[in-house]
């Protein structure tokens, strides 16, 4: 089977600023256009303004996050201000090679902090749907698996950047897991191909591996998550919500109720067509977010050692070193999206706020890293040599008869056109007849 080499693909969503966020920021409300309470007002005017770092951002009257004094050859984040301002169709949202492939950013809080420049496939702004997200990511995945061909789907960020709202989203705004298996079986559905959906969600907590559809049990990396045939996008949407009200979340600063496991939905898709069986995996994981040590030191701890060597496995790959995939449940899980027969992208999420700094320039460099890593790629192709045989023998069989009725149609053709000469000397022998009996 014929293999072709594939680069990982990296992408960037930048969320909305919170309300929160918005409040932070702005210094002067009376000129700006945001909806603060009555109440929020009059704390705003009797309170005494805390004066920004000297570089910080501010909100204008334009509603755009600027910061407040521009650093030279440097570049931030612009945010809309509200959702009743029409959107942007911005450089954060505009295909990359629509405008140059870099997207310098400073540290707002350093003096002539040095810019920097990353490459990513494409950048979706605060404006940008999932939809859009997905219009320009996993939805070219379907004809993937299709075609016998695994795909890995990771988002990764810090808490609160919109991962789990990226990936699961809710009913209102549908996630990329959703999305995608619309699309694949409407696609099935539509070209009426004979297909085999098998389904498995699990999670990484604290180091171990469980099992989201079999009563959260653990399992051994040698063993079998339990799997779920499904025949319908609502049959395997009942499926991930199952699993999700068992999932592992708890409270942090940046959200109620934030995701404090690896959460990774692996769907085996087989379809058979004359003779061929094509079989892919599709694996779409939710990683959890780094951040500082919370009240539960070991689910922070643990959530952060893995992810540091998540990243250490992006930079080894990266660079052609020996990755440490056996230092972690989840790289071993995810070692095939990176070294394996399977196209990879990554969706790094990050905030515009200037707090997440740090964070956002770490996922940055990450996604920028993954995009020099390389993987070979060929079809999953078994051909069923008894079905081989029986539609070969069928074909031959077909093609006899055709060639029989071709040999009979022939032949006809042939009686015709000795019935029409004979008539046509006849007539010609009438002619002749003719012309002497007048002479």
Do not use: W
């Not at 945001?34 to 910080?56: C, D, M, Q």
């Not at 085999?196 to 999670?203: A, G, L, P, T, W």
Request: charged share 25%; with cysteine; aromatic share 6%.
């Amino acid at each position: 089977m014929a293999t072709t080499k594939n680069d990982i693909k990296a992408y960037v969503r930048v969320r909305p600023l919170s309300s929160k966020e918005y409040g932070d920021y702005i210094c002067l409300p009376d000129h700006c256009t945001v909806n603060l309470t009555e109440k929020k007002k009059e704390e705003r005017k009797t309170t005494p303004a805390t004066p920004l770092a000297k570089n910080s951002q501010k909100i204008k009257s334009d509603g755009m996050v600027t910061p407040r004094k521009t650093l030279s050859n440097s570049q931030t984040f612009a945010t809309p201000l509200n959702n009743s301002q029409q959107p942007r169709r911005d450089a954060m949202n505009t295909p990359m090679k629509n405008i140059p492939h870099s997207r310098p950013i400073s540290n707002p809080m350093e003096r002539n902090a040095p810019a920097l420049a990353y490459q990513f496939d494409r950048v979706f702004g605060p404006t940008a749907n999932t939809e859009e997200v997905f219009s320009h990511t996993t939805e070219s995945f379907v004809q993937e698996i299709l075609d016998g061909i695994s795909c890995t789907c990771i988002a990764y960020g810090t808490t609160g950047s919109g991962k789990t709202h990226t990936m699961v989203g809710n009913l209102q705004s549908p996630g990329l897991m959703r999305l995608t298996l619309d699309k694949l079986f409407q696609t099935m559905q539509d070209d009426g191909i004979d297909f085999d959906v098998q389904i498995s969600y699990i999670e990484v907590y604290n180091e171990k591996v469980r099992d989201l559809l079999n009563n959260n049990s653990i399992l051994d990396m040698s063993m079998y998550a339990l799997s779920r045939s499904v025949e319908s996008t609502s049959e395997a949407m009942n499926v991930l919500e199952e699993g999700n009200k068992i999932r592992a979340q708890s409270a942090t600063e940046m959200n109620a109720q934030s995701s404090r496991s690896h959460a990774i939905l692996q769907i085996q898709v087989k379809t058979s067509y004359e003779g061929e069986t094509r079989t892919a995996t599709l694996t779409l994981a939710d990683l959890a977010g780094s951040e500082g040590i919370s009240e539960n030191h070991k689910e922070s701890a643990s959530i952060n050692t893995s992810l540091l060597v998540f990243r250490r496995v992006v930079v080894a790959c990266s660079s052609n070193e020996k990755p440490p995939f056996r230092d972690s449940k989840l790289t071993k899980i995810l070692k095939e999206s990176f070294v394996g027969n399977c196209k990879t992208i990554i969706i790094a999420n990050v905030s515009p706020s200037d707090d997440s700094f740090s964070h956002t320039k770490n996922t940055l460099e990450l996604a920028a890293k993954s995009k020099k890593i390389s993987t070979t790629v060929s079809k999953n192709i078994t051909i069923d040599m008894q079905q081989t045989v029986t539609l070969h023998e069928t074909h031959e069989a077909r093609i006899t008869e055709l060639e029989q009725e071709n040999s009979k149609l022939k032949n006809s053709e042939e009686a015709s056109k000795m019935l029409l000469y004979s008539r046509i000397e006849y007539l010609e022998q009438q002619n002749r007849d003719l012309r002497e009996s007048f002479e």
